[in-house]
């Protein structure tokens, strides 16, 4: 079985709908049964054959003539209801042609008008009347008025017989028609409760879905182990905290945490002793943060705890209590109970810097000087920490680098290393500036570079002795960087670049912000192994 189509329906209308369809068989019964009554008052008298002919044509052929005529309009519906008001007209004209015989008239009347009135109630009752009396008039016109109201029993009889089963017969569709729409609206009821149930249903799925939504989001920016936000949230947390209190110029401080000795803990007693100590700090950072705090475990062991509108004095009071706190607490552990304590280092904004990266290096700096400082300590920043700051006015490539002991990783070598560098990179700075010959400059850029490249050979064989998980990308570093020194090189030879755009590569690109930066990625792992 082919579906319809209900698009296509919605374009093209049932030409055969159901008034239509019962107006037809009612018109051709009821239209027979008067033919039937006409003839018995008829018979008897002298009828002309026009008469008869015309009688056939109204009350055999018409009504398949309006079906056909109604079945065809663009509106069947409208159509058939003026078809009503054309047998109410015809019918006028025949009951004034036949001089008004009584039970005839009434039963014509009657039935067109009860028609008339179920399908288009008191309007269409008024309509017909009028179709009627227009009907009345012309069929005076055509026949002169004649009343001979006088019928025959038998003639009687029939249109009481006709007009009772016309009347029950309408009665009958009516009851039909009204059981069709009971069940309709028995279908409507429960189809209604039925959407009512699957509304009820999908709301109850959107809700769960904005739920899972949520946790979703939620899951997304927290750490799995400590419960706290992540580094993804932090990084899209923190600009927009300090855009805010650069606009209302209000303090915003940072806390950078480090877990003192974590890799002995791990080594010791097992990385699920070490997920311990992080879920416990975890918790008292949490515990000790305000609602607009935002505590988040940066990476590893470090953990980072942002104070908007927090004074300097205040932070450090509250730095001071986490350190106490943490180191007071003995976290149990099977049959131990394992101790440890925290390395603190405090930024704010804007007396350490006025961007994200500056207080994020001011306060890691603070806490690298806490763990050089001998751990368990709280530090904060310099107020020349700052790795983004640089004399202003003057030409960035022509500035001396200063050591700091704050720089030290506790790896002598490496130490040693670096401030040899440094050093390096001020003699090729004294030589350019006391305008040293070429071949001078020349031979220190030469040995800078070896020495260089010795430090980063003795480095990366360092790595191997920790557990320095990125000392593959660190040795590509190391290799880029030389080789894009080497290609400057080439270039200040060749004449197609200044001696100051080498000199800035060498000494802030290669050396100082190497050192200060990606260097300090594997510090803590020097530390722990040592």
Request: net charge negative; proline share 3%; glycine share 6%.
């Amino acid at each position: 079985m082919i579906a319809a189509n209900p698009a296509a329906m919605a374009q093209a209308p049932d030409k055969h709908p159901w008034i239509l369809r019962v107006h037809h068989w009612m018109r051709s019964i009821s239209f027979a049964l008067l033919f039937v009554a006409i003839t018995l008052h008829l018979w008897d008298g002298n009828t002309a054959p026009a008469i008869w002919i015309l009688l056939l044509l109204q009350f055999f052929a018409y009504p398949h003539v309006l079906y056909w005529r109604a079945s065809r309009a663009v509106d069947p519906v409208a159509a058939e209801l003026d078809n009503l008001m054309i047998d109410s007209a015809l019918i006028g004209v025949w009951i004034a042609v036949l001089a008004f015989p009584l039970w005839i008239a009434f039963s014509a009347m009657t039935a067109t008008l009860i028609n008339n009135a179920v399908n288009s109630g008191g309007r269409g009752t008024l309509k017909a009347l009028l179709a009627l009396a227009a009907g009345l008039l012309t069929g005076i016109a055509l026949s002169g008025f004649h009343l001979l109201l006088d019928t025959a029993w038998p003639v009687t009889l029939f249109c009481l017989v006709g007009l009772t089963t016309y009347l029950l017969a309408m009665g009958n569709i009516g009851f039909i028609r009204n059981r069709q729409l009971r069940l309709i609206r028995q279908e409507l009821r429960l189809g209604e409760k039925t959407l009512k149930k699957t509304n009820a249903e999908l709301q109850n799925r959107l809700s769960e879905i904005d739920q899972l939504q949520e946790k979703l989001r939620e899951q997304a920016s927290r750490d799995a182990l400590t419960g706290l936000y992540n580094r993804r949230y932090l990084d899209n947390t923190l600009e927009r905290e300090l855009a805010r209190c650069k606009r209302e110029g209000l303090p915003l401080a940072l806390i950078m945490i480090d877990i003192d000795h974590f890799k002995r803990i791990n080594d010791t007693y097992g990385h699920q002793a070490g997920d311990e100590m992080l879920r416990r700090l975890g918790e008292t950072l949490n515990s000790m943060a305000r609602t607009e705090d935002i505590a988040c475990r940066y990476g590893g062991e470090e953990f980072l705890l942002l104070m908007p509108k927090m004074s300097l004095a205040t932070a450090q009071e509250r730095a001071e209590k986490l350190r106490a706190a943490f180191a007071a607490m003995k976290v149990p552990f099977g049959d131990f109970r394992l101790q440890t304590t925290l390395s603190i280092g405090i930024a704010i904004y804007p007396g350490h810097g006025k961007s994200v990266d500056a207080l994020v290096q001011c306060a890691d700096l603070a806490m690298y000087r806490a763990k050089h400082g001998g751990r368990n300590r709280v530090e904060v920043a310099a107020m020349n920490d700052d790795p983004q700051s640089s004399p202003e006015g003057g030409d960035r490539a022509f500035v001396r680098l200063v050591w700091k002991n704050q720089f030290n990783s506790g790896n002598p070598l490496i130490d040693s290393q670096h401030q040899a560098l440094f050093a390096d990179a001020n003699e090729l700075l004294g030589a350019i500036l006391s305008g040293q010959p070429d071949d001078r400059v020349n031979s220190i850029i030469d040995a800078l570079l070896e020495n260089v490249k010795q430090h980063f050979h003795d480095e990366e064989t360092i790595f191997g002795a920790t557990a320095f998980n990125g000392s593959e990308e660190h040795a590509a570093l190391h290799r880029d960087l030389l080789a894009k020194a080497e290609t400057l090189v080439g270039r200040f030879h060749a004449g197609t670049i200044g001696l100051g755009e080498l000199f800035e590569f060498l000494a802030h690109d290669l050396i100082a912000q190497h050192i200060l930066n990606a260097d300090r990625q594997y510090f803590p792992f020097l530390e722990s192994s040592c």
